[in-house]
């Protein structure tokens, strides 16, 4: 079955750093395009990012556009989120997703939490 | 970018009820690029309908989507226990990509 498996959140002071990752399974990792998509505290979903299959194309809301960067590497079936000069307004439940146009799995998510 | 509103903010009914959201687009959606997800607290979204009006594998068959253009509708037909959750519409467009409506809580009156 599909597994999607996040880890990398914690508590990061403004202006920080942090790196999630996503070990996926049960599923040719290498055939599907991938997203981050985010949920505040209390509040809706926000998607993040997307990247092609092949990394060769990648998209992002303008919220997070210059401070956070997707990556893949399919030879570890693994999804990555660099997330820099990060913001109190960046704390949120962090989710994994395969697909980008319809999200037919999702993780349960990592939390980060922007706290000085 | 298109905005999605969904409605009502929160839908109070009782088990056996019909449920009826709503998901209004601020700009013609390509009904392809149209998704229901649904939410329980403390879990990850799941996936309910698809392409507007397609059921996700192993959704029963109680959950119904419709509609076109700028008007979207989930429709439970008669809600079971387990129904009870928050509900999002989402859209995919080029630009920024993808976006979602502000959801609408089913509780249970």
């Known amino acids: 079955q599909v597994q999607l498996v996040e880890s990398g959140g914690g508590l990061v002071k403004p202006g920080g750093s942090l790196r999630l990752s996503c070990a996926a399974s049960g599923f040719t990792f290498s055939d599907y395009y991938m997203s981050w998509i985010r949920q505040a505290p209390g509040k809706g979903l926000e998607w993040v990012s997307y990247i092609s299959s092949s990394s060769s194309y990648t998209n992002y809301a303008d919220s997070v556009k210059g401070r956070f960067t997707i990556s893949r590497d399919n030879a570890k079936n693994s999804l990555y989120l660099q997330m820099n000069s990060l913001r109190a307004e960046d704390t949120a439940v962090y989710y994994c997703?395969?697909?980008?146009?319809?999200?037919?799995?999702w993780g349960q998510g990592t939390l980060v939490t922007v706290s000085s | 970018e298109i905005v999605l509103t969904q409605s009502p903010g929160t839908l109070s009914l009782s088990p056996g009820e019909r449920a009826t959201l709503s998901c209004r687009a601020s700009q013609s959606v390509s009904s392809s690029y149209l998704a229901w997800y649904q939410q329980k607290p403390g879990q990850a979204p799941r996936l309910l309908i698809y392409?507007?009006?397609s059921r996700a594998t192993g959704i029963p068959d109680r959950f119904s989507g419709s509609g076109s253009g700028t008007d979207f509708t989930l429709t439970i037909s008669r809600l079971e226990p387990e129904d009870f959750a928050v509900y999002y519409c989402q859209q995919y467009g080029s630009s920024p990509g993808l976006t979602f409506g502000g959801g609408t809580k089913v509780e249970i009156k």
């Open positions: 392409g507007a009006s």
């Open positions: 997703a395969r697909g980008f146009y319809v999200i037919d799995y």
